[in-house]
């Protein structure tokens, strides 16, 4: 809880939730969301209901004198009988949330008529006394106030705000839809008792195809394309990172979880997510000596089917000459582990010299070598911007 709700809870002794507000049980629904939804089967989008009624409790406890208006009210009140219907709430509960949802919807119906009402008697006087009567409207299939569903997405159910009829154009609908108002044309619509059209019967086989062509058109932030690529064991949490990474705008990532909880398997989790969603070859590791030594990241990758090639100081070195003359990283060494005790000064500047028995430091190539994912392991050791490694790892992610 927060600061204030704790030193409440000491105050006044509150030894169950039972004795909580509404606040502070929705900020404890919220932050021990994994383990209650690993003892209950909740659904995912509960929780963006919780926070969501978190606003809705501060909107709702500062509310102007002359209450919330009528899209606000109704939106929360929805999200409240969501909820409600979740943890299993009384039918007198959720039949009070739907009474009040009526009630805002007629109200919003008849502000809405009212406004057109009055529009339409100001544009009457503003009319000269021999102009025309206007066209007669359009025919309308829907009425204010009717519920509808979307023929494409029957599940997607919602009311008519206001009726946008045209002489030339097809009738539109203004509905109150997911807490704002959308506009659909006549045709996108049906009444909730309409038959449900034909559809076509597809085989468990034709089925998956189609999902499969849809999945693979255009790549989803909300589907891994690499579940069981690794011989590793699951657990769940260890796909987190890879969400956060498809989401994010900018590709980097910092994961920091605890020692031991497998760092590097989330790492192999990604490299091959971003190898199924685009081309990832190239690969640089960066980590501390021991970890080379002990051979941990090659022999963890090798899971994953990849294969890795751990560098010596002379390797190195002939890699930066390599690539200084042909204008490219070797290919052979396009997976490579570095140790970070080799990025020192000569390294990344250069060794005195003249000619051709002078060699060239890193930041000296041009151009420089590409990697498609650069992973840096206990990379709190980078913080310091002054040091030679810190200027290394900058180097390569740029």
């Not at 509960?46 to 978190?54: D, G, T």
């Not at 929360?76 to 009040?100: C, G, H, P, Q, S």
């Not at 690794?230 to 989401?247: A, E, H, N, S």
């Not at 590409?370 to 900058?394: S, Y």
């Amino acid at each position: 809880m927060t600061f204030q709700q704790q030193r409440i809870v000491e105050e006044k002794r509150i030894q169950s939730l039972s004795g909580l507000d509404l606040a502070a049980i929705l900020r404890v629904l919220d932050q021990n969301w994994t383990e209650l939804a690993g003892a209950e089967p909740l659904p995912r989008e509960a929780r963006n209901w919780i926070r969501e009624l978190q606003s809705v409790r501060n909107r709702w406890a500062h509310a102007p004198a002359g209450g919330l208006n009528s899209t606000d009210a109704y939106r929360d009140a929805d999200t409240l009988k969501r909820f409600l219907y979740v943890i299993n709430a009384d039918d007198a509960l959720l039949n009070r949330v739907e009474e009040f949802k009526r009630a805002t919807l007629a109200r919003m119906a008849s502000q809405t008529e009212v406004l057109a009402a009055s529009t339409q008697g100001s544009t009457q006087t503003a009319l000269p006394a021999e102009s025309p009567a206007p066209a007669p409207k359009s025919a309308q299939k829907f009425s204010v106030g009717e519920l509808l569903c979307l023929r494409s997405n029957p599940n997607a159910v919602f009311p008519v705000l206001e009726v946008l009829p045209s002489v030339e154009a097809e009738t539109r609908y203004r509905v109150f839809e997911n807490g704002a108002r959308q506009v659909y044309y006549e045709s996108q619509l049906q009444a909730l008792d309409d038959p449900a059209e034909s559809h076509k019967v597809l085989t468990a086989t034709e089925l998956s195809a189609m999902l499969s062509a849809v999945q693979l058109s255009s790549p989803s932030a909300s589907t891994l394309y690499s579940l069981n690529s690794g011989r590793v064991r699951f657990v769940p949490y260890q796909y987190r990172p890879i969400f956060k990474l498809i989401r994010a705008d900018r590709p980097r990532l910092l994961v920091a979880d605890e020692v031991g909880v497998g760092k590097t398997i989330e790492a192999g989790l990604i490299l091959k997510e971003l190898q199924a969603r685009s081309d990832i070859k190239s690969v640089l590791i960066i980590c501390p000596k021991a970890l080379v030594a002990e051979r941990k990241w090659e022999l963890e990758m090798k899971r994953f089917d990849e294969h890795f090639v751990a560098f010596d100081g002379s390797l190195l070195r002939h890699c930066i000459k390599e690539t200084h003359l042909s204008g490219e990283w070797p290919a052979q060494y396009e997976k490579a582990i570095l140790p970070t005790s080799l990025f020192d000064g000569d390294l990344l500047f250069g060794k005195p010299g003249k000619g051709k028995s002078r060699d060239l430091g890193l930041l000296e190539l041009d151009p420089s070598p590409k990697f498609d994912l650069v992973i840096v392991d206990e990379a709190h050791h980078i913080r310091n911007a002054d040091t030679f490694l810190h200027q290394a790892v900058r180097y390569f992610c740029g």
